[in-house]
């Protein structure tokens, strides 16, 4: 009971906490997750009656309690994109989420294969989790709420980006679990890799976000327009569709994540400066803030009992290569041909912000399938995210205001 009322009080303190965060760290020009994590290690440095947060023993837990974070964080992304979705308009993200991701997973693999010695199975799984950028942890680099009015390449990119591949990492997750627990010949897993996780799964989640979202639209939007009466303006329905399609995508074998962001896409695009999508971003963000402050202090704890116990230095090495080297390169890739500066360039391949989404990934498949380096995962996907809260931490929100400056005299 005593650790369990500590608890409630370090979970009340900390969200409302969370009411001030974006205040204070616009002031102190770094992110609120540096000051969640320290906060996390304190506390468990100091007081014995918490929770364990080790997720190497609690699986389960870090996959339900990210999967939440997640599912939630991409509504709210999806609502907050201004721009009407096209594949011209959003050719920079796809190249991302297509060309830049592909090359960061191949690359990921081979040099965790080949440097740290780990087997195909774990290289695979490294570099599916490695790959997809943050939507939760990077809201210094998004673009912000709904009708803001306000055109910016990189935020947008980054933004759809982080929507768009947390969902499309998944088929990477499936095959490093396949080739974990192949029993089957090599041809009959890589035929039902293909058509089951990498199509089947993807159709699915972008068809019914598109049918369920398409439908929230016609109810919360254009029948209260003819009948006043079914008019409702409450925020909550952002989570309650999230958790139903979500629930229904997965059921049907789909990609939840991408139907959760694919009709947030979709209610977003239907009446693009309706007042409402102020109510229903307001609602998710601030749902997120609450779920993403708890689990940040759990990671702060899991820091200090044991999640970087078998880190080598070869490990701090190759994080420090994914962070400053493998993304920015891919992202470079995959931009040769896009008409933006370079500046923003460099922005929008250095910010591939690690977080939440690495976890889930991470827990998922070790809940899924046994690896051979369970523990040394965990040891490089923590260093990894813990590296880049600090580093995109502190240079985000100032990078971001310098570009958004320049932008802005352009346009004088």
Not at 124 to 143: E, F, K
Not at 227 to 253: C, K, P, Q
Not at 351 to 369: N, S, T
Request: aromatic share 12%; glycine share 6%.
């Amino acid at each position: 009971m005593k650790s369990y009322l500590i608890s409630l009080t370090i979970i009340g303190i900390a969200s409302l906490g969370m009411a001030w965060m974006p205040t204070i760290t616009q002031r102190l020009r770094i992110s609120y997750s540096i000051l969640y994590v320290l906060i996390g290690v304190l506390l468990y440095s100091l007081v014995d009656a918490l929770p364990w947060p080790n997720p190497i023993w609690e699986e389960a837990y870090a996959v339900h309690l990210t999967e939440l974070i997640i599912v939630i964080s991409l509504m709210g992304t999806g609502l907050k994109i201004d721009q009407h979705f096209s594949f011209t308009q959003w050719k920079i993200p796809f190249l991302l989420v297509t060309v830049t991701m592909v090359l960061s997973i191949a690359m990921v693999a081979v040099v965790s294969w080949w440097v740290l010695g780990f087997d195909l199975a774990s290289a695979l799984l490294l570099g599916a989790v490695l790959a997809p950028t943050d939507p939760v942890l990077a809201s210094d680099v998004q673009v912000g709420p709904p009708l803001e009015q306000r055109h910016d390449n990189v935020r947008f990119a980054l933004t759809a980006e982080a929507g768009l591949n947390d969902g499309m990492a998944f088929p990477f997750t499936w095959l490093a679990i396949a080739v974990a627990t192949a029993v089957t010949p090599a041809e009959t897993a890589w035929e039902m890799w293909l058509w089951r996780d990498l199509v089947y799964r993807i159709v699915v989640g972008i068809a019914i976000g598109l049918l369920l979202g398409k439908l929230l639209a016609y109810l919360v939007l254009y029948l209260p327009d003819k009948n006043v009466a079914l008019l409702t303006r409450d925020g909550f329905v952002a989570i309650s569709t999230t958790l139903m399609v979500y629930g229904v995508t997965e059921l049907l074998h789909g990609y939840g994540f991408i139907a959760v962001f694919v009709t947030a896409i979709t209610l977003r695009n239907y009446e693009m400066e309706h007042e409402y999508h102020e109510n229903l971003h307001s609602f998710t963000d601030q749902t997120e803030r609450i779920l993403v402050a708890v689990m940040l202090i759990l990671f702060g704890g899991s820091l200090v009992t044991g999640l970087l116990h078998t880190l080598t230095w070869k490990m701090a090495l190759f994080v420090l290569a994914c962070i400053f080297l493998i993304r920015p390169a891919a992202g470079m890739a995959a931009l040769i041909g896009a008409t933006m500066h370079t500046k923003e360039k460099l922005a929008i391949s250095f910010f591939g912000i690690k977080g939440i989404g690495a976890f889930f990934y991470l827990a998922f498949a070790l809940h899924q399938a046994s690896f051979r380096y369970e523990k040394e995962l965990w040891s490089v996907v923590g260093l990894c995210v813990l590296v880049s809260i600090v580093v995109h931490g502190v240079t985000a929100p100032y990078s971001i205001h310098q570009l958004r400056k320049q932008f802005e005299k352009k346009i004088e």
